[in-house]
C-alpha cells in the first residue's frame, strides 16, 4: 500500500514534518541520504553549540578564574576531546530522533532519492540498490550545503566550509574566515577563544549585516577588543594555496590591498539548496524551489520545506514550514501560515539575538517609531554573573506603542529573546510589558527596564 506521505529529508524540516503526519494519524515513510537529523543535528547548529560551550568553559577557566577568586594550575586542552565531545553530542541526539520515528511508527530508508513521477520516489542506497516507494503526497525537505564559491574552491585542507571546521584535527595557528554571518561570526569566536589567530573578512560595511546597526557595531567592537582582526568593507580577491598554509589577498575598504597568508581559511559567504531529481520541478533564479502559499511545488502532490524553498535559512523556521505544510495537505480547509517573526540567533561571545525589524527597516519603510535600550551593565544579575557587555533595544510603534522589533547582544541574549518573540506574536504593546513584573535578579529585567526607557522613565539607568 502506498504511504500518506513520503519526506525526502531528515533534518529539522523532514524529522518534524514526519512526525507531525504520524501524529494525525498518517502513514509515513522517511527518506534520508546520510543520517536522521540533517546537516542541524550532525553538522551545523548543535555540534557548533558543542563546541562554543567547550570555548566559554575554556575561557572561563583560562582568562577569568581570577576574577571569581579561583586559582587553575596546569591547565591544557585536548584538542581531539573537544572534538569528541561534540561529534557524542550529535550522535546521541540523532539516535533521539531515530527513536521518534520508531516510537511514531515512521518508516527510515537511508539513501539518495529521485522523484520519477508524482507519487513515486526511487531510492538508490550506498550499495547500489535501488527501492521504489510510492506515496500519496511527497514533502521534500533537503536542506542546503555550504555555498560554492568557484573563486574559492574548497579542498579540504587548507580551504575548509563549516562542516571540515567542526572536525579539524589539530587545532590551527592562524585562521582566515570570509563571510560575518551566524557561521562566520561563530567559528571566529570559537577558533580565536582556544588561541588561533583569526581575521575575519566581511565585503559588506558591518559584520552579521543582516542585525540591527547597533548589535553589528558592538559585536565588532567586542570582537576587537578579544583580538579578532576584524575586516569590513573588504573583498577578498584570490586564494593561494600551499600543502600547508593560504594566502588571501584582499583589497580593504580604503582601497589597499594586502595579502594575509594562514594555515586555514573557512569559507562562510552563505549556503546553496540542495535539489533531488524531480522532472517538472520548478526552481527559482536563485536555483531554491518555488512553492506557493501552501507549500505545494510545480508537481501535483509534491510539496518542499525548510533551507530548499529559500527565504530564511533556519532550523526552527524549517520545522515551522514543515509542521504547516503537513497539516495544509491533509486538511484542505487549513490555510497554511507562512514565516513572519522569527527569532534570530548568533552564538559566539558576546551573544546576538533579534526579532521583528531593525531600526534601518523602520527608516526605510518610513515608519514612526521610539527606542528604547538599558545596558547589561547597570543590570545587577549581569554584574554578579560577570557578563556586562551588551544590552536590549526594543522598538515601538510611535502612536500606538506596538513592539516592532527586539535586539540583544550579550550573556543569554538568544534565550531572552524568545519573550520578545512571543510579544510580537501576541501583538504586545510597551505598555503591556510595562505592566509585566520582571522577576529580580535575572536578566530579563533589560527588557523590562529598555521597554521604560522608550518613553525616557527607565528606573536603573
Known amino acids: 500500500m502506498p504511504y500518506d506521505l513520503i519526506v525526502i ?30 546537516t542541524c543535528l550532525n553538522w551545523g547548529c548543535i ?19 581570577a576574577e571569581f577568586g579561583m586559582k587553575v594550575d596546569g591547565f591544557s586542552v585536548d584538542w581531539s576531546e573537544v572534538i569528541g565531545r561534540s561529534r557524542k553530542i550529535s550522535d546521541r541526539l540523532a539516535g533521539g530522533v531515530g527513536f521518534l520515528f520508531k ?40 536542506g542546503a550545503v555550504t555555498r560554492n564559491v568557484p573563486a574559492f574552491p574548497i579542498n579540504g585542507k587548507t580551504v575548509i566550509g563549516s562542516r571540515e571546521a567542526l572536525v579539524l584535527p589539530e587545532l590551527p595557528k592562524s585562521m582566515i574566515v570570509i563571510g560575518s554571518g551566524a557561521i562566520g561570526s561563530e567559528f571566529s569566536n570559537l577558533y580565536h577563544t582556544f588561541g588561533t589567530e583569526v581575521t575575519l573578512i566581511e565585503a559588506l560595511p558591518r559584520i552579521l549585516p543582516n542585525e540591527d546597526d547597533d548589535s553589528c557595531q558592538a559585536l565588532e567592537r567586542a570582537f576587537k577588543k578579544q583580538g579578532i582582526k576584524c575586516l569590513v568593507g573588504a573583498k577578498v580577491e584570490s586564494l593561494s594555496t600551499t600543502d600547508n598554509s593560504v594566502t588571501a589577498t584582499v583589497t580593504t575598504k580604503t582601497g589597499k590591498t594586502e595579502e594575509i597568508t594562514a594555515d586555514v581559511c573557512l569559507v562562510a559567504v552563505g549556503v ?30 509534491v510539496y518542499a520545506t525548510g533551507d530548499c524553498i529559500g527565504g530564511v535559512l533556519l532550523a526552527h523556521t524549517a520545522s515551522f514550514e514543515a509542521v504547516q505544510a503537513v497539516q495544509g495537505m491533509f486538511d484542505p480547509a487549513y490555510q497554511p501560515k507562512q514565516v513572519v517573526n522569527f527569532p534570530s540567533c548568533t552564538y559566539c561571545h558576546p551573544q546576538v539575538a533579534s526579532v521583528g525589524k531593525t531600526e534601518r527597516a523602520l527608516k526605510e519603510a518610513g515608519i514612526e517609531y521610539k527606542t528604547g535600550k538599558f545596558p547589561f551593565q547597570a543590570l545587577g544579575k549581569a ?33 531572552l529573546i ?36 522608550a518613553d525616557g522613565h527607565a528606573i536603573h539607568a
Open 272 to 301: 546553496q539548496p540542495v535539489v533531488p531529481q524531480a522532472p517538472g520541478l520548478e526552481l527559482t533564479d536563485r536555483g531554491f524551489i518555488k512553492v506557493d502559499s501552501r507549500y505545494a511545488t510545480s508537481i501535483p502532490g
Open 418 to 453: 524568545a519573550t520578545l518573540d512571543l510579544g510580537l506574536t501576541a501583538e504586545l504593546t510597551d505598555e503591556d510589558i510595562h505592566s509585566t513584573i520582571f522577576a529580580h535578579p535575572t536578566l530579563s529585567e533589560a527588557i523590562h527596564e529598555a521597554t521604560l526607557a
Open 103 to 142: 516510537k511514531n511508527k515512521i518508516d527510515s530508508v537511508e539513501g539518495e532519492a529521485a522523484i520519477t513521477a508524482p507519487g513515486k520516489v526511487q531510492v538508490t542506497a550506498a550499495d547500489g540498490t535501488v527501492t521504489t516507494l510510492e506515496g500519496t503526497n511527497i514533502m521534500i525537505c533537503t
Open 47 to 65: 555540534p557548533t553549540k558543542a563546541l562554543l560551550k567547550n570555548a566559554e568553559v575554556y575561557e572561563t577557566l583560562a582568562k577569568k578564574a
Open 383 to 415: 554584574v554578579a554573573s560577570g557578563e556586562t557587555e551588551g544590552f536590549v533595544k526594543l522598538l515601538f510603534g510611535k502612536e500606538h506603542g506596538e513592539l516592532l522589533g527586539a535586539h540583544i547582544v550579550g550573556d543569554n541574549a538568544t534565550e
Open 9 to 38: 529529508g531528515g533534518g529539522p524540516a523532514g524529522y518534524v514534518g514526519a512526525i507531525k503526519a504520524a501524529q494525525l494519524g498518517k502513514s509515513v515513510v522517511c527518506v534520508e541520504k546520510e543520517r536522521v537529523g540533517g
